[in-house]
């Protein structure tokens, strides 16, 4: 992995030396990691000129099996309690011999930002903006493996829960049996609060689990994804309760279908990610729906659960091949609830057979 | 309750106006959350010069029975989708004729901090600091009573692991057993990462659990807490596994049981944070284990998990009545594991009985 890494560091080193900065200091949590791999909490990566540090506030944990920061980085230990790891990795750029920083703008705030000025006044900080950001939408074998095997996890949690007995459980109940499932099949955890939404709330986007109850003739969606290795998937599904769905459900739910499908089908290398939105988005309008739809139809998936690129009307840029993504349009009717498909895929060539789907639960739509 | 946010908004604007701004946007959520009530993600509050706006990216949530912001706030929902809900607000104060907005500087990042100043060009920035974090410290009894709900569920969570058998499970699957428990019994949530650690993992500081497997004369520790109406508490137990604990485990446990009931018993109004924790401190310093203490031995809770005072040698300022915080020494010893114990208290006068302990679960070693 050491190899992977270093990678990673000569592209970003690439990128600032371009914009004019011969060191840069990462800080958000996940561009830390897909730099510098498994770090302790807080920890932040300066890349210096001569010299890449892990910068943190206690040593990376030494217990055997656990995952290891980089072992090819120096390791800077912040001396004393309570001293910000940014602040200590300004300093040592500058007497590193940096004349320039460029810093995550979007991600320090305001007081932080000022405290690294103060710690090495001669130091000018540049933006070093999305960078870290646009060189994890592309992703490696390794990383879609990861995500494939979250997507496994995430199926078999899903797929167990709907062979147990529903009716008047809670949805915050089947939401944390969802959530121990995941961990028991080897998830390192949830990849985000499991959404198990029944009745009114079904097909509701976030839904936070709440007291209520199913119930017969209930729409049930749940949403929830597996974090395995730093990787997040998710996949979302829409069920009804009892022996026969009303045929207002079946129209919603095979609309939905339909345009969930349509949204898959269009994800290809050279796509523009906002044709990828309307070819989803389209189905529901058409079918008077404009109102009730999110803002978005799918996202990016990593080491984050919502990364670009963004599916959306108003986004630029194309899809590339092995950038992972969710579709997942949805119809949410006030007082009676809705339906969610979403699905984690990761855009291939036609030649290889086109978009790969990682969560393949059935989307049929099960009575249960 | 809509008094009470009033009236809270009321102190933060006399401050603001101290510091000679009309108006103040507030933008971390637990501070939103403390002014404006159980607010949608990503909601900001304006306090206008004349009026006061909730700011947010959608509209608060209809569900009946579900948590809702303060009703006296009119509500401004940003238009179109992917606005910043900061942005919009700068925007409504420069119109609402404001020529100085304060800012949480410590929570805007950079990027959003220059978007407000673009948004409004005529409209000076200035620093509100921690003065909401401030208003936060101090609890009323309305904010007490949420806590020791809180506090209940997790000595009930707690209680019913330790009736059930332990050896042979993962500290991972004690830690989810855990969180259910705390949701069957009515939190909203966990209050944190419940942290189970044994052996040689036991009395780490943070924890995070793993696949460890409890064993036959391990120390177990145990850190969980419930969230309660959007209070946090917390409460930390070592145990040990097995017929009778080692002598070297009741050394270290009498031990760290002595400092915390030092640091308890010095919570008083007037009494100085560093004392405090130097109270407990000492008790492990003077046995040999200084090099072996975290930087801190307790810190407040509320709405969030970590909150001010912080109970830590360089820490200045006093302790107030009503101010809730955690007592948590503890020892860890690299390869042999240690002991912690934490509970959340509330400072009260001697007058009222001293400190109040809400986390009653017994502080006897149990073998279990």
Partial sequence: MSEVYALRRTRLRECCNAGGSAAALVTRPANVRYLAGPAPEGAV?????????????????????????????????????????????????????????????????VTRHRALRSVAPGLRLADIGGAVEQLRVVKDEEEISCLRIGAEIADQALGELLESILVGRTERHLALELERRLVDHGADGPAFATSVATGPNAGRPGHRPTDRRVEEGDFLSVCLGATYRGYRCEIGRTFVIGTAPADWQIELYDLVFTAQRAGRESLLPGAACRDVDRAARQVLDSAGYAAALPALTGHGVGLE????????????GKLDACVPVTV????HLPGRGGVRIDDTLVVRPEADGGPELLTITTKELLAL
Same sequence: chains 1, 2.
Avoid at 305 to 316: A, C, H, N, S, Y
Avoid at 328 to 331: N, S
């Fill in 328 to 331: 997942e349009p949805g119809v």
């Fill in 305 to 316: 659960i919502d990364e670009d690129p963004q599916l959306t009307p108003g986004t630029m």
């Fill in 45 to 109: 990566l300066l890349l210096g000129p001569a010299e890449d540090f892990l910068v943190c506030a206690g040593l990376p944990d030494d217990r055997s099996g656990q995952p290891r920061p980089d072992e090819a980085l120096r390791v800077h230990v912040v001396p004393g309690t309570g001293g910000d790891p940014a602040v200590a990795a300004a300093g040592l750029a500058a007497t590193g011999g940096a004349d320039s920083l460029a810093v995550e703008e979007h991600h320090l705030t």
